[in-house]
């Protein structure tokens, strides 16, 4: 698809067909749902880091008139080990003890017990009758602090995967990662230069606004009905089954409206519980995390170690890259690591790299997916290395990225040959780019990074209905998350060759949509997309088919344009176009009504490379770091409304600049988490942020009948370095650890 | 425990309600009054999802308790569109793509509408200072700042042209 | 268990009344302004049942009076009132800042000066501008009422200097003649919406020569109370405000600063800074003196 298309529908920035009743609070999101005879659910949650439970009498709290019900782990069927799959991955054995810990708490705020009441203030007032006796153990916060030979060991059953003999001892590395090609002793000798350095990421959290929410109904017979804020219906139903031994048939998932989700919200936690509730209280059970159990109980996203090796000719072609990462996986194994490792040297032609990652278990929350999941650290480390030897080399750091840019045809560090990607281009835009050029003042720098996310495709369902009059009805099992029933409509509208105000788009639940992967992986507008257009395409040719019968010729003398049925140049027929709406008004007469379906599982989800450019602005005294300019560009393949995929480069390069200048995971020496508030874990406001300047690449993604390549997650990438980056320019010192806080930042000019 | 009786106005109707001494205003819009459209995002002040109208001040639901609002004016953003006309503020949040989850899109209606009685055609930094309590994860607020920059516009145009405040 | 309860008379000697009550019943009660403060606290552990008395219908704690020599501010005039108040605006620029500086505008719309003096915490950001202010407490109780200087009013971390039975109606502050003005400034890692790291509050007046004759600096965010720093405003006076004496002065706020380390700042962070901070406030109430842009 190298010739410019032109499309009716996509590319324009229609409304969305969830708008009115998002701006009017019509909307219902999580805790908006309400049922007769409700009541509430909350999580007694651990006080301590790391501890055996030796006891948990829930007596007491039974007899409490108002209880309904109380649980403990031990109520909960057993789980056997098993893979999840999906965007987060992990195992569904460690899920369940995540929701609900057996015999040993692994973080502060680990839930331990729940309990079901008339209000929810009782709820939380009957807590503190459940009596639970810890044994107190070490926590171990920290990756150093996890791999040390003397560490105190979360699960003696864990053995480090992927060493070679089998480790004797149990450890809290629960996995070795490699990848490596060429030969890197040879790619260091033949390089004219060698940079290195180590870098650190914190702890962050995904910081959706709306906490998680459900509210969970049984029946005698054993039915349930779950309404609940997610990012995958079907995936909080398989979860739900495994961990309940619940079959799926009886388990029905409406997804409510999201308040953000950002990867974190593929994960369950209080699903079960509130179904389990249920089932004993005989009552609807509503459970709403606070901000506080959000912050200790969910998300967060790995923090990080990762030391990086570059080695260069003195023209700036890589000879070789290397790398040693280690990501917090929280209480459970499942970091994003493999990610993070799949990402880190993609964007450049190596011929030699090796790359070493580690999965570690600490202390802390049982990370989840949080937007490109892995690549923001990875790349951090990466781009920042990248800076320094532009620095080195006295090279223009757009230049170096050029040298060495992936392009189609090249094998990808992490397999595959690229098909047309948009990295040059962006890199050409962004040298281009006024922002790239201006003057800057005294006290302020400018810096540049790339970013890579591969994308994903996976399995998705959609049906097309056409009502009597000729409107179209989508039917999917994607929530969404910011704006994809617009997505949905534009490429059904395009397809069909109907105005996008009659399209509707309905997220159905797990009884009236197909089997539908998460949204998440950027893969919604890619792979769900492809399943729209092909149940619109099913309903062309039926539209066909009808039409061909109603003029008496054959299926292939009939063509689809514009909506209508035409004879096939060069057929001969004195007929009139048949619209969609005609077609489907004599639908009864001709064949029943038209429904169109596709299911597939999306290959070819185009990789999204970005490159961003931050201009900052630090104040020397009070090392306060002022972001007075971003710029956001990326390779959207084909953007179907580009006022959304602006919107995903803008709110990623948002949620990148608080990564990289304040937010983290605060904790003391006993493993209690200091800022579990949006007080003092800051996400950006609008005041510390410039407006954020966007430019859509499009390079087709031959894949997708559009052109389509996800854009979800590549815009978090970028903007770690690309700030880090510009805050060395700013103060000439390089620091290796985020966050930028002004301490750390003062601390580093002062020490210059 | 013995319940309040509060009298208040809401979105302009005289609306009683019983409450708990302790309960807050946002509890008491969500779960007594059915009105949903606040949203809860923290209960401590700090993201505005919850935002309402509390008689001429725009403050937190959240922070203010049931009781306090005996005899005032309480307007919420179920109050804001006009019978089946949105208000434009809503309309330019919507033209804009200001919103993705839409979670965090009440409050800012109800905070923008505050903001342009008081102030109407803000420079960009007074609307960033004005909004940095209301919360927008997905955004980068680009696309919200701009939104509120274009109905300002149009507003102060509709109103002069009317002659009279819309 | 007790239980909560809620009152809002509408005037100072019932608001008293239901004070006694609860003291010779020995049942718990607080006082209750904007609840910005009190409902967080609610919410995150001080959850024991009381009685909320809610003073702000009382007409002494809805007063701003600018007649006479000093001016009164009610203990309940919420900060946004406080900045649209332009009058008040020219005589206090820099303890206006301050209350525009709490929080959200959501938060502004509630919270009140007498409600963040009360709570005394150390990074209280109305507190070091009426430090240098030279406010004084004004206090009602069933046996009269006292005044009391702001700074013997903050007694600790969270601590004020009400005895049960006492409400604080409001402030009182000596108007600034017309060569005397203050600066506040804190630092937050964010723009908005942080609790203040470090904060300044400095007062300053300058003879006709543009000498510095008398000088305020109150520091907060350093100590378990805001500090006075007279060695501050010694360095100050005497000097034209030039880079030397405001060195100084700043050096002396470091000196003066008993910092600690927590989740908002380190301690050698918050020492450096207070001083950068006293020198930016002293410089802006100076050039507010002269009149000079800043
Ligand atoms: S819910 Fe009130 S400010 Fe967040
Ligand atoms: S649109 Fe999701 S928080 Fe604002």
Not at chain 1, 507 to 519: I, Q, S
Not at chain 3, 131 to 136: G, H, L, P, R
Request: glycine share 10%; with cysteine; hydrophobic share 40%.
């Amino acid at each position: 698809m190298s010739e410019a298309v032109n499309f009716k529908y996509i590319g324009t920035r229609p409304v969305r067909p969830d708008g009115v009743d998002k701006v009017t609070g019509r909307a219902n999101y999580g805790a908006d749902a309400n049922l007769p005879g409700m009541i509430h659910g909350v999580v007694l949650r651990s006080p301590h880091a790391h501890a055996i439970i030796k006891k948990i009498d829930l007596s007491q709290v039974r007899l409490l008139d108002g209880i309904y019900a109380a649980v403990s782990g031990n109520d909960f069927p057993e789980v056997s080990s098993g893979s999840m799959g999906g965007e987060g991955g992990g195992d569904y054995k460690d899920l369940a003890a995540n929701i609900m810990a057996r015999n040993k708490v692994l973080y502060h705020g680990h839930a331990v017990a729940a309990v079901a009441a008339r209000t929810r203030e009782l709820a939380v007032e009957a807590l503190a009758l459940i009596q639970v006796e810890y044994e107190i153990l070490d926590p171990v916060m920290t990756l150093d602090a996890a791999m040390a030979e003397d560490a105190a060991i979360l699960d003696e059953s864990m053995f480090t995967q992927g060493v070679d003999p089998k480790p004797k001892y149990p450890s809290n590395i629960a996995s070795r990662i490699e990848f490596k090609r060429g030969d890197i002793e040879q790619g260091f000798l033949e390089a004219d230069i060698i940079v290195e350095s180590e870098f650190r990421t914190p702890t962050v959290h995904q910081g959706y606004i709306e906490p998680h929410a459900c509210l969970a109904s049984i029946n005698e017979g054993g039915q349930a009905t779950l309404w609940c804020s997610t990012q995958g219906h079907f995936d909080v139903r398989a979860a739900s089954a495994k961990v309940l031994n619940m079959d799926l048939c009886d388990i029905k998932v409406i997804p409510s409206e999201i308040g953000g989700g950002f990867g974190g919200k593929t994960v369950v936690y209080q699903e079960p519980v509130a179904i389990l509730l249920s089932r004993i209280s005989g009552r609807p059970v509503k459970m709403v995390m606070d901000r506080d159990e959000v912050f200790r109980a969910s998300g967060p996203a790995s923090a990080s170690h990762t030391r990086v090796k570059i080695g260069a000719r003195s023209d700036g072609t890589l000879t070789a890259m290397s790398c040693w990462m280690a990501f917090e996986a929280g209480a459970f194994k499942g970091s994003a690591i493999m990610p993070g490792a799949m990402c880190i040297f993609t964007p450049y032609k190596v011929a030699n790299f090796y790359i070493e990652g580690f999965d570690v278990v600490v202390n802390k929350p049982k990370v989840a997916a949080y937007r490109a999941p892995g690549a923001p650290q990875a790349m951090y480390a990466c781009e920042s290395l990248m800076d320094e030897l532009a620095r080195k080399l006295e090279m223009d750091p757009l230049e170096l990225r050029l040298v060495n840019a992936v392009e189609e045809g090249v094998q990808a560090a992490y397999g595959p040959k690229f098909n047309a990607i948009g990295f040059r281009e962006c890199l050409e835009v962004a040298k281009q780019h006024p922002n790239y050029t201006r003057a800057l003042k005294e006290g302020q720098g400018r810096g540049v990074a790339a970013g890579f996310w591969f994308n994903v495709g996976m399995q998705s369902s959609a049906e097309v209905h056409i009502n009597e009059n000729g409107t179209v009805m989508v039917i999917e099992g994607n929530p969404d998350i910011g704006g994809s029933r617009a997505s949905m409509a534009l490429m059904a509208a395009e397809t069909l060759g109907v105005p996008y105000e009659k399209v509707r788009v309905v997220v159905a639940d797990t009884e009236n949509a197909g089997y539908t992967n998460v949204t998440g992986g950027s893969r919604v507008t890619f792979a769900t997309g492809m399943a729209v257009i092909q149940a619109a395409q099913d309903i062309i040719s039926q539209a066909k088919q009808r039409a061909a019968a109603t003029w008496e010729l054959d299926e292939d003398q009939v063509d689809w344009q514009n909506g209508h049925a035409i004879p096939m140049p060069g057929v001969n027929a004195d007929v009139e176009p048949l619209s969609l709406a005609r077609i489907a008004a004599n639908s009864g007469r001709t064949g029943g009504p038209l429904l169109g379906r596709a299911s597939l599982n999306a290959k070819g989800a185009g990789p999204g490379f970005s490159v961003n450019i931050a201009e900052v602005a630090v104040d020397r005294e009070t090392g306060k770091t002022d972001v007075i300019g971003f710029t956001a560009i990326q390779d959207a393949g084909k953007a179907i409304h580009p006022a959304y995929v602006e919107g995903q480069l803008q709110g990623g390069a948002a949620q990148g600049i608080g990564w990289a200048l304040n937010e983290e995971y605060i904790y003391d020496e006993k493993g209690v988490m200091q800022n579990a508030g949006f007080l003092d874990y800051r996400i950006p406001v609008a005041s510390d942020l410039p407006k954020i300047d966007t430019h859509i690449v499009e390079v087709a993604n031959t894949a997708h009948p559009y052109g389509v390549r996800g854009v979800g997650e590549t815009p978090i990438v970028a903007p770690l370095a690309a700030v880090a980056n510009a805050v060395r320019d700013a103060i000439g010192v390089r620091i290796t650890e985020l966050p930028l806080s002004p301490s750390r930042v003062l601390e580093s000019i002062d020490g210059a | 425990m013995s319940k309040m009786h509060v009298s208040a106005s809401v979105n302009g109707e005289p609306v009683e309600f019983l409450c708990e001494p302790q309960q807050s205003l946002l509890n008491v819009l969500r779960d007594e009054l059915n009105l949903t459209g606040t949203k809860e995002g923290c209960t401590t002040g700090d993201c505005g999802a919850c935002s309402v109208m509390l008689d001429d001040r725009l403050v937190c639901s959240c922070l203010t308790l049931a009781a306090e609002v005996q005899g005032k004016s309480v307007g919420t953003i179920e109050g804001v569109a006009n019978g089946d006309t949105l208000h434009p503020i809503q309309q330019a949040l919507l033209e804009h793509a200001a919103l993705q989850c839409g979670v965090c899109t009440p409050g800012y209606v109800v905070a923008i509408k505050a903001l342009l009685e008081k102030n109407p055609l803000p420079s960009e930094s007074e609307i960033r200072y004005w909004l940095a309590g209301n919360l927008c994860r997905c955004t980068g607020y680009d696309k919200i700042i701009t939104a509120v920059q274009d109905v300002a516009q149009q507003m102060a145009k509709a109103d002069k042209n009317a002659g009279e405040p819309a | 268990m007790g239980s909560f309860a809620y009152a809002a008379p509408d005037n100072l000697a019932d608001a008293l009344a239901v004070l006694e009550q609860h003291k010779n019943a020995g049942q718990r009660i607080q006082i209750f302004a904007g609840g910005t403060d009190v409902l967080v606290q609610l919410k995150a552990g001080d959850s024991e049942p009381r009685t909320f008395l809610d003073v702000k219908n009382i007409r002494e704690t809805q007063t701003i009076s600018l007649k006479g020599d000093s001016a009164f501010i009610g203990a309940t005039i919420v900060c946004a009132q406080l900045y649209e108040n332009l009058a008040l605006k020219e005589m206090f620029p820099g303890l206006i800042e301050s209350a525009d500086l709490i929080g959200s505008t959501q938060i502004q719309g509630k919270a009140t000066l007498g409600g963040n003096l009360c709570n005394a915490s150390p990074a209280g950001d109305t507190i070091a501008a009426l430090y240098a202010n030279k406010a004084i407490c004004m206090i009602a109780g069933k046996s009269g009422s006292r005044e009391l200087p702001v700074e013997d009013f903050v007694t600790g971390v969270g601590r004020n200097a009400l005895k049960p039975g006492e409400i604080l109606l409001g402030l009182k502050l000596p108007k600034p003649n017309a060569n005397t003005s203050d600066a506040y400034l804190r630092f937050i890692p964010r723009t908005e919406m942080d609790i203040a790291v470090v904060g300044a509050g400095v007062s300053i007046t300058l003879d006709d020569e543009g000498v510095c004759v008398d000088a305020t600096v109150a520091i907060s965010a350093v100590a378990v109370t805001t500090l006075l720093v007279p060695e501050a405003a010694q360095a100050l006076i005497g000097s034209s405000v030039d880079e030397v004496a405001l060195q100084a002065a700043a050096q002396a706020s470091s000196a003066a600063a008993r910092p600690i380390s927590d989740k908002r700042g380190t301690k050698e962070f918050r020492r450096k800074v207070v001083g950068v901070l006293t020198r930016r406030a002293a410089l802006i109430a100076a050039n507010r003196v002269k009149g000079e842009a800043e």
